[in-house]
């Protein structure tokens, strides 16, 4: 009996932590190669849908908050959408959500055709979103920040004077360092961010904010373009009547819900073009 | 993925270069450890000479503890990481390129600090061939887990204090690597410093493989 | 399991974590402890070489096990958790984590009082497994560390998670490697278990010590893992409650913004 146990016990500490190791091993190699292969290797050829952005039921977390506690929504290619609402209403995590930065935790979504649960990184490739934050480093020059981020979206940096032209920033902020940048003027490096990447689906939250009458102007002006062009437009703003006129249709979010879907008499702003 | 991670390091360095935080405050940090260092072992000679190449790396990973710090904050000031996912680029090629830089960074304090312990330790470099080698792998493997490690702690609280805490035991074997290596190096011991050289190379590897697939994971959590 | 603790802890909120099976488990581990104190003073023999100190293994190489146990546990948590999302496992991972923090805390504690005696120094920093399991101590207290930062849970829970899987995938390599490579001395027993000296009474106290430490262990688990559990329920509420209460914002933020707007 002795022998036999102690073969045993042999046999077990030897190899007591190689199988375990190695599956722990494998099994985390396995898992982490499926996790970041999942974003490239997503289907990108689904038949185009009319629908931009198709939302069924979705609810989604902020920790443990439903931010988005059921949102029915569907926007049609070319519209341009206000989201309105109070403060907390998720109005902004309804357009992170749409950007593919949040995980579903129940419902369906489906952006510009694919389904957000299984290509939230090819999603993200194929929309603007302009946040709160302008995601500018502070030490670069206004020039240097916009060809990094043109060049990380895969988009040649010959688009990046025209943008800024576009945002009204003078030729020679452009090699000023961010950090010299007064508030309003670093948005609308952000805003030409968004416009070099030339998305197919706009969120813009609060895109008005922090710019002078100007900059109002022209941010209106983009939203009119990019929609004439056959972009879509997500927009939360609480400039009412500035957006009011730009917008095809109004959308009321509180308590994470869309509680008034409003569609404006101008029929088919898509049809512009 | 290799052009992105080139894109990603040159930003840091950039980033690096016009902040001058290396030049002007990691750089005189080192040094200072160094020279304190010296005044807590110089009474003593043989010590000091026995605990040289402890000390150098001891005073490497303090300096990539800096490092690190200013390396995740520069993603996370701004809301950049957000913008890293929206731009699409491989997990995988932004942690090479942070982990490049800070290699980039730590590489160049090496250099002073050993014409540091040539000056103020009086250490003799008997096969610098195996120094600046051993320097590369080691400075390598911390830059990887320092950049693991630091997109792990991003936009937490307290990450500050975390963050020791989470890379020094990960490193610790680095640390008795690469500070064997260099007691073959400085001849102040006899050990065989090529196949702990090996050892690190493992370790590096590994913390290359670990950071390249669990970055992205990470870079998730904003 | 899953869905009946969860049913418990909402309707009634039960009053410990002790299940018929924790008390079994509970009241063998305290018989067994007696009888591994008994057995390990008063029957099993003293050792050649190491006289009586050889009675600190029937207490330590079971810990030291058990540690690596725990740990596994925790990095195949850890895995579950990155890649199922599975908040069952995610718990196992955490209490492992600590049980596992403990008893490799034990390891190195019994190990150095037995050290004492036999190598004449409580600590070697020469030893190749002495260092090891020391590093592994450490970053699984880093494990905890993270595990107790304030934060979304599930954004620690990722984190911690990580790190889970450092510490599974750099200990073995750790150990390997520096055994393979060392050329420095080590002071170590080779393993007690594997060279086949071990025998008889010996032997068996040692497998008796392995089995109730692990029924111990098993029984602070499965009472931490309900610890945990519970602290999820109560500290993050129901989902559904959260959602209802939500939704009436939306009627209410209707209400006023609706005759705002129009």
């Known amino acids: ?273 | 993925m290799l052009a992105d991670a080139i894109l990603v390091a040159a930003k840091d360095l950039r980033i690096e270069m016009r902040s001058r935080v290396t030049v002007s405050q990691v750089v005189p940090f080192a040094g200072l450890v160094l020279v304190l260092f010296g005044f807590a072992l110089d009474a003593n000679r043989p010590t000091l000479d026995l605990a040289t190449s402890g000390l150098f790396w001891v005073t490497v990973l303090f300096v990539a503890i800096m490092a690190v710090q200013r390396s995740t904050a520069i993603e996370t000031t701004d809301g950049a990481r957000r913008a890293l996912l929206l731009a699409g680029v491989e997990p995988g090629a932004v942690f090479m390129g942070k982990a490049t830089a800070v290699s980039v960074q730590l590489l160049a304090v090496e250099l002073v600090l050993t014409g540091g312990i040539v000056v103020l330790y009086d250490a003799s470099i008997d096969e610098p061939l195996l120094l600046a080698t051993t320097c590369i792998v080691a400075t390598i493997a911390i830059a990887a887990a320092g950049t693991l490690m630091g997109a792990l702690v991003a936009g937490v609280r307290a990450r500050e204090t975390v963050l020791p805490i989470l890379m020094l035991p990960v490193l610790a074997p680095v640390l008795l690597g690469a500070t064997r290596a260099f007691d073959d190096a400085l001849g102040s011991v006899a050990v065989n410093g090529w196949s702990w050289l090996a050892m690190l190379a493992g370790f590096t590897i590994i913390n290359i493989a670990l950071g390249v697939l669990a970055y992205g994971v990470l870079l998730e959590e904003t | 399991m899953t869905t009946s603790m969860a049913d418990r802890s909402t309707a009634t909120s039960p009053r410990g974590t002790g299940s018929r099976t924790t008390q079994l488990l509970g009241i063998a581990g305290i018989i067994g402890l007696v009888a591994l104190i008994l057995l390990s003073f008063f029957v099993a023999p003293s050792d050649d070489d190491q006289h009586d100190a050889v009675r600190m293994i029937f207490i330590h190489v079971p810990m030291a096990m058990l540690t690596y146990v725990a740990f596994s546990l925790t990095a195949i948590g850890s895995v579950a958790w990155l890649w199922k999302r599975s908040i069952w496992w995610d718990t196992v991972a955490h209490g492992a984590a600590e049980v596992g923090v403990m008893f490799c805390g034990l390891t190195l504690f019994t190990g150095s009082i037995w050290g004492r005696p036999t190598w004449n120094t409580y600590w070697d920093w020469g030893d190749v497994r002495l260092v090891t399991t020391l590093i592994l101590f450490l970053v699984m207290v880093g494990y905890l560390a993270v595990r107790s930062l304030d934060g979304d849970t599930d954004s620690i829970a990722t984190r911690a998670a990580v790190i889970g899987i450092i510490g599974a995938v750099n200990m073995p390599v750790v150990n390997r490697s520096v055994t393979w490579w060392s050329s420095r001395r080590t002071l170590h027993q080779k393993s007690s278990l594997t060279d086949g000296n071990l025998e008889g009474l010996t032997l068996f106290t040692m497998m008796f010590g392995l089995l109730v430490f692990s029924i111990i262990m098993a029984w602070m688990l499965i009472h931490r893992f309900r610890i945990s559990w519970l602290e999820r329920q109560v500290g993050e509420g129901d989902l559904s409650e959260a959602l209802v209460a939500r939704r009436a914002e939306a009627k209410v933020g209707f209400d006023a913004h609706g005759r705002t707007s129009k």
Request: neutral net charge; glycine residues 8%; hydrophobic residues 45%.
């Open chain 1, 1 to 273: 009996m002795g022998s036999r146990l102690s073969t045993a016990i042999r046999y077990l500490t030897r190899a007591s932590w190689k199988p375990i190791g190695c599956a722990s091993l494998v099994a985390s190699a396995w898992f982490l190669i499926r996790h970041v292969r999942q974003g490239p290797r997503a289907s990108t050829d689904s038949v185009p849908d009319v629908s931009v952005v198709r939302l069924n039921a979705v609810v989604a977390l902020l920790g443990r908050f439903p931010a988005l506690a059921g949102v029915d929504l569907d926007v049609s290619a070319g519209e341009v959408v206000l989201v309105q609402g109070p403060n907390g209403a998720g109005k902004s995590t309804l357009l992170r959500l749409c950007a593919g930065l949040l995980r579903l935790e129940s419902g369906r979504a489906e952006i510009l055709g694919l389904d957000l649960a299984e290509s939230r990184h090819a999603v993200r490739r194929r929309v603007g979103l302009l946040g709160h934050d302008t995601a500018l480093y502070d030490e670069l020059t206004v020039i240097e920040n916009l060809n990094f981020w043109a060049s990380a979206s895969r988009v040649d940096r010959s688009m990046v004077p025209p943008a800024l032209d576009r945002l009204g920033v003078p030729t020679r902020l452009h090699d000023v360092a961010v950090s010299k940048l007064s508030a309003g003027q670093r948005r609308r490096v952000a805003i030409a961010g968004v416009v070099v990447r030339r998305p197919e689906l706009w969120l813009l939250d609060e895109p008005h904010a922090g710019l002078d009458q100007m900059g109002r102007d022209l941010v209106d002006e983009l939203v009119v373009d990019a929609a004439a062009a056959g972009a879509t437009v997500l927009m939360a703003s609480h400039e009412l009547d500035r957006t009011v006129d730009l917008a095809n249709r109004i959308v009321v979010v509180a308590g994470g819900m869309v509680v008034a879907d409003t569609p404006k008499s101008k029929e088919g702003g898509n049809d512009a073009c």
